[in-house]
């Protein structure tokens, strides 16, 4: 394997773990700031991704899909979070689990009910169809490339409304006690739905940025999701800052590991041996990988000082 | 007295007739059928073609198995082995079923081929190729209406054989993957430039594109069903390896996913056992019917089950509706003497269907939007690789 493949991989993971950080940062908001455990974040991940093949079929442009899946997403996060998250704040992470466990089930029966057992089309935008040469003789596809922009703006955006806004300064105090927040006047009940919404915003965002490159179709976000909570336990929950570089982590890892690993293996084991069970420990990569994180920093790399 | 009372019962029967509409030698006044699909889930679609494709047949024979009444069960598996079961053993012991088709997936089929054939209920697999119940299991109480899982990746390799160098094949890390690529390379004796098994449900492979854009080769060959395939076709028309390494397929384009890819299917190659532009009137009528009924075009899925509800109305009038006389039934079956849209074909000893296989490509069609044309017969009467460990003889 040549030094310019190495890179490639390289780019591929860094690509792949920045779309994962588009997909956890509003799980691990969620979890680190309102202390729910939102298992149908994966749902509004693929309703993300729903809604901008629907945008897109209707107005045929993938920036007007956009724009429309900023408030569709946050509606159906608040509609979410009023009508089965609120009366379960004070109640134990177990019932949170099973609600939202149970949106899941609704969310993937439901879109079969409305848009039909199909998968939905979902056109790459013109604009960034193309492909560049980064590497010579390799073009690369230029909305990978976009989906590296969106993923650091997307950071960017989270770091200043968190660390630089009043809003952020009431959420991060609201995060590390309630009660006080609450006695000084300050709308919480406001303030978790503000930031449900964002949740669902991120996720709906990471659907739109997904639906192009997989396929649109009922159960698609039960993987992400699997692989967003990883990501946020290794990066440290509620810590934005640890799910960036966690994600990018886990992306060359999982991508250099599974290139590599079934080509490295050939050189010892028989070729037979080497192409089955190179892939299946590869994919076992991220979780030893996780397994070791946690052993020796159990609350992940950058553990978050509130909650 | 003894004459009297047989003219009573003569006149009696004329009676009852056009009532009931049976021919008098019926024992049970109506047949039974069941279709046990993968309905719901993610791979919901598959059995949803399929069971529309049997309806279909249903409406073509007027609601009527073999000219008698015909009571129609739904039964779910959800794609799962343990709900398959359950569902079976409802359609044998609550519905008491005459006949059973359906089932998308070899793993469901394997978990409930054995209560139909225990109890003498005739299975039709309207897609399930589990390669097991070709060879050494195969049934007198099981037919297949679609294909034994190797079949199409064999035709794939034969369509490929002296005409491309140095094929990357790419496939699920699981059992069938490995079944489509052995079944591929059963045929196909060119160079291998490399051979990648992927993690069952992946969706990025930029990674895998990276790697065979590398190493160059002449074309791919790859089985990902479902999500997988879509994703992948996606990503390698976006990273633009289409234009330099030509991708051929078994599983992963049909009209069932043409309009998830849009134009990106355009150019790819695949095989299937069934030729959408034939001419043939019994093609013609299942296509024109089948959008009138469900407004999209049908899928290969579809003709599967369309068959196999033609295929029990064919061995129920075999047995001029006795449905107590098996043989007769079974016999019926066995001459595959129906009107399918795939054209003709017979049954092999094993009750796998010997048919042709058509190397078809996906083009722009008229309107621009991509539609599927046939390049060629690559096997006239294809018979799967099992049937010689199959001890039924007929």
Not at chain 1, 194 to 214: K, N, S, W, Y
Not at chain 2, 40 to 48: A, D, E, Y
Not at chain 2, 312 to 326: E, I, Y
Request: with cysteine; glycine share 10%; aromatic share 10%.
């Amino acid at each position: 394997m040549s030094t310019l493949l190495v890179l490639e991989q390289t780019l591929n993971g860094i690509q792949f773990g920045v779309f994962l950080f588009l997909i956890s940062a509003g799980l691990t908001l969620v979890l680190g700031i309102m202390n729910v455990v939102n298992l149908a974040h994966g749902a509004l991940f693929m309703m993300g991704a729903y809604f901008a093949s629907t945008f897109v079929a209707w107005t045929g442009s993938f920036f007007i899909a956009f724009l429309l899946i900023i408030p569709s997403s946050v509606i159906l996060g608040i509609i979410i979070e009023m009508l089965t998250l609120r009366p379960l704040y004070l109640r134990d992470h177990m019932d949170q689990v099973l609600a939202t466990f149970g949106l899941i089930l609704f969310f993937n029966e439901g879109v079969k009910l409305v848009w039909g057992v199909d998968p939905q089309p979902m056109p790459t935008p013109e604009l960034f169809a193309g492909n560049v040469e980064i590497f010579p003789d390799a073009p690369y596809p230029v909305f990978r490339l976009f989906i590296i922009g969106v993923g650091l703006l997307v950071a960017a955006v989270i770091y200043f409304l968190i660390a630089k806004t009043k809003v952020g300064m009431l959420i991060r105090a609201g995060a590390s006690n309630t009660q006080m927040i609450r006695a000084m006047g300050v709308n919480i009940r406001f303030l978790n739905t503000f930031v449900f919404g964002l949740g669902a915003f991120f996720a709906g965002l990471a659907g739109l940025m997904a639906a192009p490159i997989i396929s649109v179709e009922s159960g698609m976000g039960d993987e992400m999701l699997i692989l967003a909570f990883v990501v946020i336990v290794i990066g440290g929950i509620g810590s934005v800052r640890g799910a960036l570089v966690a994600s990018v982590i886990i992306g060359v890892f999982e991508v250099v590991g599974r290139s590599m690993l079934p080509i490295a293996m050939q050189k010892i084991f028989p070729l037979e041996i080497a192409q089955t069970a190179g892939p299946a420990i590869a994919s076992m990569l991220i979780y030893i990988l996780m397994a070791g994180v946690l052993f020796f920093k159990p609350q992940g790399l950058f553990p978050a000082r509130t909650g | 007295m003894k004459i009297k009372l047989l003219a009573f019962a003569a006149l009696g029967a004329l009676m009852l007739q056009p009532l009931t509409g049976t021919p008098s030698v019926a024992q049970d006044k109506e047949v039974r059928v069941g279709f046990l699909g993968g309905l719901s889930g993610g791979r919901g679609i598959f059995g949803k073609v399929q069971k529309e494709g049997f309806e279909l047949a249903l409406d073509h024979l007027g609601g009527k198995i073999g000219g008698l009444p015909t009571k129609y069960v739904v039964a779910d598996t959800q794609n799962k082995p343990d709900v398959g079961r359950q569902q079976m053993d409802k359609l044998i012991k609550q519905d008491k079923v005459h006949f059973v088709a359906g089932i998308t997936w070899s793993n469901v089929l394997a978990a409930v081929y054995k209560q139909a054939l225990d109890n003498k209920v005739f299975l039709i697999s309207t897609n399930a190729g589990w390669s097991q119940l070709s060879g050494k299991r195969c049934n007198p109480y099981f037919f297949r209406a679609s294909w034994n899982n190797d079949d199409t990746p064999e035709a794939m390799g034969q369509a490929l054989q002296g005409q491309v160098e140095n094929v990357w094949l790419l496939a699920p890390n699981y059992q069938a993957g490995k079944d489509m690529v052995s079944g591929f390379t059963r045929y196909y004796k060119g160079k291998i430039a490399g051979t990648t098994f992927f993690k069952l449900g992946q969706t990025d492979f930029q990674a895998e594109l990276s790697q065979i854009r590398a190493a160059k080769p002449g074309s791919i060959f790859t089985f990902a069903p479902g999500g997988m395939g879509i994703a992948l076709i996606k990503q390698y028309k976006a990273a633009g390896l289409d234009k330099t390494i030509p991708i051929n397929t078994a599983f992963v384009v049909d009209y069932l996913t043409l309009a998830a890819f849009g134009k990106s299917a355009i150019g790819n190659r695949h095989a299937s056992f069934w030729d959408p532009t034939s001419i043939n009137p019994a093609n013609v009528r299942f296509i024109e019917d089948y959008k009138k009924k469900y407004g999209k075009h049908p899928t290969m899925y579809s003709v599967q089950g369309y068959d196999a509800a033609l295929l029990m109305d064919l061995g129920v009038r075999a047995a001029k509706g006795n449905l107590s006389d098996h043989d007769a039934i079974r016999a019926g079956m066995r001459t595959a003497n129906i009107n399918s849209p795939r054209g003709g074909f017979q049954f092999n000893n094993n009750h796998n269907p010997i048919q042709n296989y058509y190397l078809r490509e996906v083009v722009a069609g008229k309107d621009g939007n991509p539609t599927i044309v046939t390049r060629k017969t690559v096997f006239r009467g294809h018979k799967d690789a099992y049937h010689t460990q199959c001890s039924m003889t007929w």
